[in-house]
């Protein structure tokens, strides 16, 4: 009799962890598929953008913000005589269509417009244009921006020795990654001009592209012109 109790308690215990396991195991499945759905589809939306930014002020979560006020002056005075660029440079408004970026290994950085400031409503049409930095050919640091969850989602896979293609208005440029950096997003320094009269590229994102909570460190290719225009010479020979 005690060995048939027991065969019934070991039954009852089988049948009851053959319906708590697939329910498990379903939990698990229906998680994973919507951290999935999340990061790759919803998230990845202009709508979701919107949405999530219930703070209209704050748009550091997209990128570094540089004072409002000092970036407006500055915005206007380019509209108004395009201030610090050499005769025959033309004239770019603030959001403008002014370049096509390509980045070799890439799916998603294929002929991607490229605007004339970084405004968060800017960004979510194309990549943003730092105006706090130098167009490219013209000396100095050229910075680009754009969302991890959009364009900029594989930037953070790639390595030194990648080709990126700037086809402007005024001509087309190569450059060539020479280093990547990850930094804070208070730290704005990496993303203004440094005042020399090198060539540099530098695009960055939000980082890491994995991250479920607000990501406040920057991933960017640092890049070597190879190719395109030098304006440096005419701007030289202005001061002259």
Partial sequence: ????????????AFKV???VVPFIVFSIAIVLLTLWLFNNVIASSSIYHLLANSNPGDKTAAYVEIDDVYK???????????FGTPEGFPLISYGQEWARLTIEGTDRVQNVKVNAGDSYDLMLKAVGFNYNTQYPGLGGKT?????????FKELET????????LNTIYGDYV???????????????????????????MIYTCYPYASTTRRT???????KM??????????????N
């Fill in 1 to 12: 009799m005690e060995h048939i109790e027991n065969k019934k308690n070991n039954s009852a």
């Fill in 17 to 19: 962890f053959a319906l």
């Fill in 72 to 82: 407006e002056e500055l915005k206007q005075q380019n509209l108004k005589d395009n």
């Fill in 143 to 151: 910075v680009l921006c754009g969302h991890v969850k959009q364009e």
């Fill in 158 to 165: 790639l390595d030194v020795g990648t080709k990126v293609y």
């Fill in 175 to 201: 450059f060539e990654v020479y280093d990547t950096v990850i930094f804070n997003e208070k730290d704005y320094q990496y993303v203004m001009d440094d005042g020399t009269l090198e060539n540099v590229l």
């Fill in 217 to 223: 460190q920057r991933f960017a290719l640092m890049c």
């Fill in 226 to 239: 190879i190719s395109g225009k030098d304006w440096t010479e005419a701007i030289t020979n202005e001061d």
